[in-house]
């Protein structure tokens, strides 16, 4: 592989960035680890990949202890320090205009104010993987000041986070009784995931009536989590006597119906189908007189 081309990209990688705190027999120390995360939540564990050049990671493995501390948008100069210095040159948070201390609860270790998240964490592995070491420790001790951002790392420089990304559903307009049947089917969840067959034939779809005799809509149901959707589609409507074939490679649609002051989220997967055999229950509906048919199709 290219190395000048490998290098670039490596720096497209976007992360935050947290203080590594640790005390030894060389003082106490911070340095800056973007390559921080949690990797586990019962028990809360956080690894950690770190150079063996670093005196943190001789910190750390002679006390089993240190402190993350996940930086926010106003520390920069502190990561820079935490970073840009190793504490065989410098104790780096005895500068007093850099860091500003606070103490932890459970761990002979210090702890840096004013970031978004203060884990104390006990050392539970130590591995060379690659060019580092992935330190894991499990946090003994956690907060977090909700009134902070994180700061991100992008290309070598600190960025703030963004606004939220509001990601795309078509939006589909759905009498009462059909919006009824969906936030029944949904019972609170936040999106309703759901699976449906589309057959089509000229300008009609086929549909089935859903449990109110007024309701009609594809063959559709609520596949279990963590089954395959085609399979339990073929099985789902072979149960309701609807013989055809599936065509393998599903699509998507996110919609959002909007009812009053109601919202539902419901993704369909769906599979385009030909029959072989119809049951007298399902019939064919023009698209063009339904809104939620116009926008699956
Ligand atoms: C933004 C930033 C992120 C860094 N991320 C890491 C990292 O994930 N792992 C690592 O080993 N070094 C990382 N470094 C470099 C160390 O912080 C640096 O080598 C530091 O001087 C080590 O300090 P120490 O020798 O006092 O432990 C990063 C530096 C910066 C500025």
Same mark, same amino acid.
């Given at each position: 592989m290219d190395r000048e081309i490998t290098e670039k990209s490596q720096r497209y990688f976007m992360t935050s960035v947290s203080m590594i705190t640790s005390n030894g027999s060389k003082g106490q120390n911070v340095m800056a680890a973007e390559w921080t995360m949690q990797i586990?939540?019962?028990? /809360?564990l956080i690894a950690v990949f770190i150079h063996e050049s670093s005196s943190t990671l001789k910190n750390i493995l002679e006390t089993k202890q240190f402190g993350v501390n996940v930086a926010s948008e106003d520390q920069t100069n502190s990561v820079n320090i935490a970073g840009g210095y190793s504490r065989k040159e410098i104790a /780096?948070?005895?500068i007093s205009n850099a860091f500003k201390l606070l103490k932890a609860k459970k761990l002979n270790i210090p702890l840096i104010r004013g970031c978004i998240i203060n884990a104390e964490c006990r050392l539970v592995l130590s591995k060379k993987i690659g060019d580092h070491v992935i330190i894991v420790g499990q946090v003994v001790y956690i907060r977090h000041d909700a009134s902070k951002k994180p700061l991100v790392y992008h290309r070598g420089k600190y960025f703030r986070i963004g606004s939220p990304i509001d990601s795309f559903r078509q939006e589909v307009k759905i009498n009462s009784d059909l919006f009824d049947l969906f936030s029944k089917c949904a019972n609170g969840k936040f999106v309703f995931k759901c699976v449906g067959a589309l057959i089509k034939s000229k300008n009609t779809l086929l549909v089935i009536r859903d449990t109110e005799p007024s309701l009609e809509i594809i063959p559709y149901f609520e596949p279990t989590r963590g089954h395959d959707y085609y399979d339990s589609l073929k099985r789902h409507l072979k149960k309701s006597g609807l013989l055809l074939t599936l065509k393998p490679k599903p699509f998507l649609k996110r919609l959002i119906f909007k009812n009053d002051q109601r919202i539902q989220r419901v993704n369909f997967i769906l599979f385009h189908g030909a029959i072989k055999k119809i049951p007298s229950n399902f019939k064919w509906k023009l698209i063009k007189q339904n809104s939620l048919l116009r926008a699956l199709i």
């Open positions: 586990s939540y019962e028990p /809360k /780096k948070l005895d």
